[in-house]
């Protein structure tokens, strides 16, 4: 069960000194531990809540390289950002993929049509023609690509490419931290830092875990503050100085029932002027987003948040009928943490980039994360092993493979032994894809164990939902290695389930209840009240 591999964890924070301690479990945190732990760093990592609880499971599920900033001239930061958004596809290929923007420019918009083709053909030469080359379109070609834009608003159109995640956000994040601990890391969930003391050479953090109650101190040479939007509140409580600050920019999408039948995605400029989205999300669509300034991380969906992108998406697409919050299956809120330096007071949010900034105390051994983007972790990764190194922490192993899919010899292997034993004619056909893209995708190596649960039993190779596609293997395998501990995790982290059905459609589900059996045992009833309590 997820519950013995967790408590063990928590265990071992207590007994060993480490290297170096991560607070935060988000992509920072994430990359960090992986990238470290890969070269033999002893890391401890611990988050408040979920790994990938915050920031990191809000966002569009997209990969890209930053065309927005180009309005303001930030060349070398969209160069940056399309060269790691190019070095994602390569590494993770299965995960990471490319996929075409639809993009409207509606009559009276402040730009012509063609000004903003040619800085779609700009972007993809800044980026390197990684991707296909971007198409200008008139009104009439906009609407044989689409039959759901709206197009008596509309005065032209363009066609360009960025990346997108297969699976969500959430577990994509997840998935560095199962690789940190492979390699050693002893990484929790639902473990606070409520403070944090440099004494005697040494960090001593004070935690505690969040399920029992139980105080642990966890002692380390260095200090990641990789706490996302909270990274400022960490460092009050450690009394760290920083040039950085947040500030935060809240952001809402809304998933409903499929509103168009394109695999693109379909852009357009909102009524505040920018960018808004209607994602395919599998059976689904995801739209939005909202850009509003608030002053905390803990934020909420609002009424005017629903109003603004119902109203944006009646007003751009042609649907049957209007939507409304019935259509609304599920929404995702979370703040972006951008990061400023100095006196954060009349900073203009507006013009600020997510670029990332880390903050090194090299006297006190203490980095700060601040900002940052799931397109640029490789080198968030990459950048936080560079200074733990010149802090004087050994590296034991020397090692790049700390990221992407496994080698092209072991998939060869795998999609060989799932077409001998006819994996994919076992793929039920309510499924949106067949089982070896998805095994290979979600699980990577251990997509072998996958098949040898199956080859055990075929009534591993059933669906135990109704309305969800996950196998018995599936949620045996989440078990065994996901660390799930609240049925939350499951549902909306390491799957999207909560993200694309509705709670009434499968909270009475038998298999529902089985599923909490298998990850949690006993206590599998008392984590499925936990979780219908918690959406009442």
């Known amino acids: 069960m997820s519950l013995n591999l967790r408590n063990n964890n928590v265990r071992k924070l207590a007994e060993r000194d480490y290297d170096v301690g991560i607070v935060g479990g988000g992509i920072n945190g ?48 969209v160069a940056g950002l399309c060269k790691s958004r190019n070095h994602l ?132 040479n260095v200090l990641i503050n990789a706490c996302g939007p909270e990274v400022d509140l960490l460092n009050q409580y450690a009394d760290q100085k920083t040039t950085y600050r947040h500030v935060f920019s809240k952001g809402v999408h809304l998933i409903i029932d499929r509103a168009v039948d394109s695999p693109r995605i379909l852009a357009f400029f909102a009524s505040d002027g920018r960018l808004f989205f209607v994602i395919p999300m599998g059976p689904k669509t995801c739209i939005g987003t909202t850009d509003t300034e608030v002053d905390d991380p803990a934020v909420s969906v609002s009424l005017q948040d629903r109003k603004f992108i119902l109203d944006n998406a009646n007003e751009m697409l042609n649907l049957e009928k209007p939507l409304t919050e019935v259509d609304i299956i599920a929404e995702r ?24 900034e ?41 090692t790049q493979r700390w990221y992407g899919e496994p080698d092209g010899d072991l998939k060869e292997e795998f999609l060989l032994q799932a077409r001998l034993m006819g994996l994919d004619d076992m793929t039920d056909p309510r499924s ?10 979600r699980y990577g190596a251990h997509a072998f164990e996958m098949l040898e649960l199956v080859r055990e039993d075929p009534a591993n190779a059933v669906r135990l939902m109704e309305h969800a596609e996950y196998l018995r293997c599936e949620i045996e395998m989440a078990g065994r290695l996901e660390m799930i501990t609240k049925l939350e995790d499951f549902l909306r982290r390491r799957s999207k389930i909560s993200l694309v059905v509705r709670d009434s459609d499968f909270i009475d589900d038998p298999g529902l209840r089985e599923a909490c059996e298998i990850l949690f045992g006993n206590e599998g009833d008392a984590k499925l009240q936990e979780y219908v309590e918690g959406t009442n």
């Open 89 to 220: 596809m390569k590494s993770f290929p299965s995960t990471v993929k490319e996929i075409r923007f639809l993009t409207t420019v509606q009559r009276g918009f402040r730009m012509p049509a063609i000004l903003l083709y040619f800085g779609a053909l700009l972007y993809w030469v800044i980026g390197r023609f990684a991707t296909e080359a971007p198409i200008l379109l008139t009104r009439r070609a906009l609407g044989r690509r689409d039959k759901r834009i709206r197009l008596d608003t509309a005065r032209a159109g363009f066609e360009y490419s960025d990346c997108y995640l297969h699976d969500n956000d959430a577990r994509f994040v997840f998935n560095f931290i199962r690789k940190a601990m492979n390699y050693g890391a002893v990484a929790a969930n639902y473990v606070s830092a409520n403070d944090a003391n440099f004494q005697d050479g040494g960090w001593h953090v004070a935690a505690a875990d969040e399920i029992t109650g139980e105080r642990i101190e966890i002692q380390c």
């Open 333 to 356: 809120c979370g703040v972006r943490p951008l990061a400023v330096s100095g006196n954060s007071d009349g900073a203009n949010w507006v013009e600020l980039s997510r670029k990332h």
């Open 432 to 441: 949106c894809e067949p089982l070896t893209d998805r095994f290979w995708r």
């Open 30 to 77: 994430a990359v960090a531990a992986a990238a470290l732990a890969a070269r033999g760093v002893r890391v401890a990592l611990i988050d408040k809540g979920d790994f990938a609880g915050g920031t990191s499971s809000q966002s569009s599920n997209l990969a890209w390289g930053g065309i927005k900033y180009l309005e303001k001239g930030d060349l070398p930061l």
């Open 358 to 398: 880390i903050e090194v105390d090299e006297q006190r051994r203490q980095l700060s994360i601040f900002g940052g983007k799931l397109t640029d972790c490789l080198n968030v990764g990459e950048e936080v092993a560079n200074i733990v190194a010149s802090l004087g922490v050994q590296f034991s192993e020397d």
